[in-house]
Each structure stands twice: as C-alpha cells, then as structure tokens.
C-alpha cells in the first residue's frame, strides 16, 4: 500500500507541475490572446469589447499569482478558456467533441496492435529455431517502415487507385450524427483504412520486443524447473514465461495509451480524421494558444492516468513490488 500512495503522491506533483507550467508558458510569451483575435478580425474593437474580450479570457487581473488562483479555480471547474479560431465556442466543447474520434479509432487499434503483438511474440519465442524465424525478416522491414509512408501508400493504393475505402473525414457528410445503424456503418467504413494502417504499422514493434523478452526468460532457471516439473507447455510460456517478459512491455502499453488521448497526429492529418491530433494540428496553425493550451494539459493527465494505471498493474504482475510494500 505504502508502495502505491508514494506513486500517487509523486503523479500528484507531476499534475501539479504540469499544470503550472500550462499556466505559465502563454503568459510568458509576447502578446495575449486579445491581440491574436483582433488580428484575426482585421479591425479594431472600442474598449468596451476589449475589456469584455480580456474578462472572457482572465486577463483582467494583472497580478500573476491571481491571475494563477483564477485559473485554477476555472479548471476546477472544467472551463479551459475560449477557443480563438472558433471563438466564442468553448475550449472543453471542442476537446469533448474531438476525443471519442481519436479514443475509437487510435485507442481500438492501439489495444488490438498490443494483443496481436504480444500473443505473436510469445509464440515466436516458443517456437524459436524452427521455421518461424523466417518471419522475422518481414517483422523488422514493418517495423521500420515509417508510418506516414506506409499511410499514404496505402492511400494511394486502396483509396485512390482501387477506390476501396474513403480517405478523407470521419463519416459521410449527407448523414446526420446519431445512433443510427447507417451512421454507425459509414462511421466504421472511413476508420476502416486508418484503423489498418495503425495496426500494420505498430504490430511488428509489440512482436519484436515481447519475443526478444520471452526468449531470455525461457532461459532462466525457473523456467527450466516448470520444464522439468512436467507442468503443461501452455501452463509454462503463459504463466512463467509470458507473465514475466510482458512486465516490461506494460510501461510502454501504458505510454502508448497516455498518447491516445493525445491522438496520432500523423493518422489524422493524412486522412482529415476530427480527433485530437487533427484539432490540435488546426490549433497549431491558427495560432489558437488557448485550444494548444487546454489539449496540452488533457494529454498530460492522460499520460499521467496511464502511468499510474501501469504502477497498479505492475502490482499484481510483479510478486517483488508486493514484497517491496512490507
């Protein structure tokens, strides 16, 4: 128990760090949000607009340390501001809108990559020496493919050449969002190809780690004696030998899912998906630091949730970290 409230403690200042830096790196830089607007509008606002503007953003108070205390009460709340590309809609509305695309599409085939890889990597490790090796080969030359290439060749080939799948948006313009079996099925058919190309491009990394660790755990000598006991073959590469080698495999899996949150930037640029990484790409270009700044402080808490997540994991995985804890 001891062992867990430490890790808490420790994400406890990390979120809090995280969140003053949020706070902090705007402020620091040249200009505010109201001068970014007024750009934006190619005009000029009577003071009476500009106070309400500089209100609506918390910049009313010069003092950092209330202008701090305001902030924090604001995200206690669950206000992140006012976007200023599409002002005057909400920060938070925008992030809430975009974070079921990226959590069903990038959270799905990161899940779906993890298992296949794993299950794949145990069984190479298993079957070592014998005609599975060959497969090896391929494994690397996938593994070192870049993604955005892989992304676009596929594209090219099924998208635009065979005309198999649609490569641009999230579902069919001409439906009306719902729950529809309809928009349920367009929904499916444009994640189709990205969901895929995830999957291909990260698989063959799980495998190659998951087999490299297996094979140096079948060579220790508890796994030996599970051998030698006559313990069934399924019971010794799953419950001895798997069981130890995914332990390393855990923290990156929780990282990978931290990232989810944050979206594959590339995945949804490539193929205009309205998830985070797509809207945070637009915020890039529209200088819209409060979005930039409120999407930053949500994949922060998501990595941070997902390593906790791993330390919790680790503890009923791992007999030694239990042991740390008496």
């Known amino acids: 128990m001891r062992y867990l409230l430490r890790k808490v403690a420790l994400y406890l200042f990390i979120a809090w760090s995280a969140i003053t830096l949020n706070f902090l790196i705007p402020r620091l830089m040249p200009g505010d949000p109201i001068d970014l607007l007024t750009e934006r509008i ?37 206000d992140l501001g006012l976007s200023i590309a599409y002002y005057p809609v909400p920060v938070a509305k925008i992030v809430a809108d975009a974070m079921p695309w990226t959590i069903g599409l990038i959270g799905i085939t990161t899940v779906i990559s993890f298992i296949i890889g794993t299950l794949i990597g145990v069984l190479l490790a298993w079957r070592r020496g014998s005609w599975t090796d060959h ?54 058919y444009y994640a189709a190809l990205p969901a895929v190309t995830i999957v291909l491009a990260s698989f063959a990394g799980w495998v190659m780690g998951m087999r490299n660790m297996t094979v140096t755990i079948l060579g220790e000598d508890y796994v030996t004696l599970a051998e030698a006991k006559g313990l069934p073959k399924r019971m010794v590469m799953f419950g001895y030998a798997a069981r130890n080698a995914i332990l390393p ?61 791993a330390d919790v994991i680790y503890v009923f995985l ?4 239990r042991q740390e804890q008496a």
Do not use: C, H, K
């Open 135 to 188: 497969l090896l080969p391929i494994l690397t030359f996938l593994n070192a493919i870049p993604y955005f290439w892989l992304a676009l060749i596929l594209v090219l080939i099924f998208g635009v050449n065979l005309g198999w799948f649609e490569i641009a948006g999230g579902y069919d313009p001409a439906l009306t969002p719902g729950w529809s079996a309809d928009f349920i099925g367009s929904v499916l």
């Open 42 to 78: 190619e005009g000029t606002l009577d003071p009476a607009a500009l106070a309400a503007l500089r209100e609506a953003y918390g910049l009313t108070e010069t003092n950092l340390l209330l202008q701090y205390r305001d902030y924090l009460g604001s995200l206690f709340s669950g």
């Open 318 to 321: 791992d007999p030694r970290t």
């Open 249 to 309: 495999s855990v923290t990156s899996f929780a990282l990978s899912l931290g990232a989810v949150v944050g979206g594959s930037m590339l995945t949804e640029v490539i193929f205009n998906y309205p998830g985070i990484g797509y809207a945070l790409f637009t915020a890039v270009q529209n200088q819209d630091f409060p979005l930039m700044q409120g999407m930053f402080l949500v994949i922060s808490f998501a990595v941070i949730i997902a390593n906790l997540a």
